[in-house]
Nanobody, 123 residues
């Protein structure tokens, strides 16, 4: 399974960006999908996540500014980021828990990561 993320870039404070991440491979089922970020000198942290039934959760720091969504037909997860702040600057990683096909059946959910996309917010 591969996760390909798109949409990072440089934006001024108060601006918006939309990240997308598409999963491909021998996918049987995608459970949770989400976005994490890691700023310089910081640990990777959860930004937002969405379950396969559409339940969402957000880090307190992004509530009411970021919106996560997914398109199950396209195996894609999105995050719309608005009112961006300099402290949102980080590398953003998508994550998915995926069950895959294999000889004899299906795997339990395994964790997969995208390659990361840089988001830089200037003040």
């Amino acid at each position: 399974v591969q996760l390909q993320a798109f949409g990072g870039g440089l934006v001024q404070a108060g601006g918006s960006l939309r990240l997308s991440c598409a999963a491909s491979g021998r996918i049987y089922e995608i459970k949770d999908m989400g976005w994490y970020r890691q700023g310089v000198g910081n640990q990777r942290e959860l930004v937002a996540a969405v379950t396969d039934d559409g339940t969402t959760r957000y880090a307190d720091s992004v509530k009411n500014r970021f919106t996560i969504s997914r398109d199950n037909d396209k195996n894609t997860v999105y995050v719309q980021m608005t009112d961006l702040k300099p402290e949102d600057t980080a590398v953003y990683y998508c994550n998915a828990k995926v069950r895959t096909y294999h000889a004899g059946g299906y795997s339990p959910p395994n964790n997969y990561w995208g390659q990361g996309t840089q988001v830089t917010v200037s003040s």
